[in-house]
């Protein structure tokens, strides 16, 4: 690890557990200052500053916490020593609770009296909602006592190696490999369901042999077309993200209005009458539909969130300091 990086990660770090408005501003200050004092020790020492000299001068500063603390100050609800386990609590409370009201009115669409409609959906995700905001009350409510406990504050010291610091999260890094099978699987689907739609057979095995029937009703088929600029306009935003080698604001706009459109082809799908020929397939089919359906909803809400918080370009801070 250079000196740089190991600048990168510290103030990185320290950023993470500051207020978001004020991480970009004071990443820039602590950079910069940081980049000062190690040009004197590099005067002082009479040479160029090295991964020894940065982790001596990281450590006169104090860990990152004990930096976080001082730019955040003393009062908070919530210290820098319970805050990474509530963040871990929070979000597994939240992911289970989500993934069994999911599961619940998947069920209710299918099997009980709840129709898949736009109103049962927006009465779902207020629901889910206010749930939501329901535990995370709770959730602060027992850390904010918990803070209150003496031992749960901030020691005077703490002991690190700025060796250990965590490489920087870049929220614009492609993933190639999702975005190739993001590219892969649609085209296969284009191919499958355009040409060879009457290769998805059922089968029935009756006294005497095999007996193979299409599966797919020709009203689904009607769709078939909808499906293909669903999946062909995925197949073109992955491609151009993996040309462009990164995210930005426009592409992931673009990722939501995607997203919003395969929905609606779902929804179309499932409101649009027989799947198959086979009713007890045609259940499971529908099922799972509803399910995506609300899932993709929620997903195209964490795009809007990610094209509205990641800012276009690089987010690291430019080298000063070789």
Do not use: C
């Not at 950079?31 to 000062?36: H, I």
């Not at 993934?99 to 736009?118: K, S």
């Not at 929220?171 to 296969?188: E, Q, T, Y």
């Not at 082809?265 to 009458?273: H, K, N, R, S, W």
């Amino acid at each position: 690890m250079n000196a740089r990086e190991m600048i990168d990660r510290y103030t990185n770090e320290v950023a993470r557990q500051l207020p978001p408005r004020a991480r970009d501003d004071i990443r820039r200050e602590l950079d910069s200052l940081l980049a000062e004092a190690l040009e004197r020790q590099a005067e002082k020492a009479g040479r160029e500053p090295d991964e020894a000299m940065v982790a001596a001068m990281l450590k006169e500063f104090g860990s990152p916490a004990e930096m976080a603390a001082q730019y955040r100050g003393d009062e908070y609800l919530i210290g820098p020593v319970l805050f990474p386990t509530f963040k871990t609590v929070v979000t597994i409370a939240l992911t289970v609770l989500a993934t069994v009201q999911l599961v619940i009115f998947g069920a209710q669409a299918l099997f009980g009296n709840t129709p898949l409609t736009i109103a049962s959906l927006w009465e779902f995700l207020s629901t889910m909602i206010s749930s939501a905001l329901t535990a995370f009350v709770i959730i602060v409510f027992v850390f904010a006592v918990m803070e209150r406990v003496p031992g749960n504050q901030l020691p005077e010291k703490e002991a690190w190696d700025p060796r250990s610091l965590p490489p920087v999260k870049d929220p614009n890094r492609i993933a190639p490999v999702d975005l190739v099978l993001g590219i892969v699987f649609p085209l296969l689907a284009i191919i499958l369901f355009n040409r060879y739609a009457y290769w998805i057979v059922d089968i029935d095995v009756p006294e005497g042999g095999y007996h193979f029937f299409p599966l797919l009703h020709e009203n689904f088929l009607n769709f078939v077309p909808w499906l293909t600029v669903s999946w062909g306009l995925e197949i073109v935003l992955r491609s151009l993200v993996l040309a462009q080698g990164r995210w930005n604001v426009i592409t992931r706009v673009a990722q939501f209005l995607v997203e919003l459109f395969s929905i609606y082809v779902a929804y179309l799908i499932f409101t649009g009458g027989p799947i198959t020929f086979n009713s007890g397939i045609d259940s499971l089919v529908r099922f799972g539909l509803g399910i995506a359906i609300v899932v993709g909803l929620i997903s195209a809400v964490v795009t809007l969130v990610k094209s509205l918080l990641v800012r276009s370009g690089d987010t690291n801070i430019a080298p000063r300091v070789a």
